[in-house]
T-cell receptor
């Protein structure tokens, strides 16, 4: 079990609403990456935060935004929710953001958009 | 651009039989390659990774994988399956020199029959 915790574990929203997901990274890690995992698919990279700055973004629209705080915890915000946003959202932390580093994943937040 | 293809969305083996999960990658630069495992209602856990050096990589729980550049493959094997190996397995490649950004395959669900 990793030290990465995500909240909430489950969430139900309606189309058009906004949602905030939270992630507490493993102690000593300064890099947080967010992934979206649709049912039956592999995780897709949303974006990464390194020392409170966005450090790379995948193919997701601007209504997906994030923050990283001084304690390296992070938030993922999604505005104007769409039905296709229903997925498991995974947060992963790592020590320095090096490409050969192991990622430590949380258990995820299951978001359902109705 | 990097990509990952996992051959077979479902693999079923008998307990004690060989496990072989196939992964092919595409990368314009020397790749960093990973295998992650996901148990139900949990995040992803690193099984093993290839960065540089020895092409046969040993991981946790008796799994190993061999990097074959000529075949652009990184297949995962285990000599003898155990019931506890039943899970979803993901092959991933790291994007360029940016840590934390992985491109995942679609996943292979491994079932183990008694």
């Amino acid at each position: 079990e990793t030290g990465v915790t995500q909240s909430p574990t489950h969430l139900i929203k309606t189309r058009g609403q906004q949602v905030t997901l939270r992630c507490s990274s493993q102690s000593g890690h300064n890099t947080v990456s967010w992934y979206q995992q649709a049912l039956g698919q592999g995780p897709q990279f949303i974006f990464q935060y390194y020392r409170e700055e966005e450090n790379g973004r995948g193919n997701f629209p601007p209504r997906f935004s994030g923050l990283q705080f001084p304690n390296y915890s992070s938030e993922l915000n999604v505005n104007a929710l769409e039905l296709d946003d229903s997925a498991l959202y995974l947060c992963a932390s790592s020590k320095q953001g090096a490409p050969n580093e192991k990622l430590f994943f949380g258990s995820g937040t299951q978001l359902s958009v109705l | 651009a990097q990509s990952v293809t996992q051959l077979g969305s479902h693999v079923s083996v008998s307990e004690g039989a060989l496990v072989l999960l196939r992964c092919n990658y595409s990368s314009s630069v020397p790749p960093y390659l990973f295998w992650y495992v996901q148990y139900p209602n949990q995040g992803l856990q690193l099984l093993l990774k290839y960065t540089t050096g020895a092409t046969l990589v040993k991981g946790i729980n008796g799994f190993e994988a061999e990097f074959k550049k000529s075949e652009t493959s990184f297949h995962l094997t285990k000599p003898s399956a155990h019931m506890s190996d039943a899970a979803e397995y993901f092959c991933a490649v790291s994007v360029g020199n940016q840590g934390g950004k992985l491109i995942f395959g679609q996943g292979t669900e491994l079932s183990v029959k008694p």
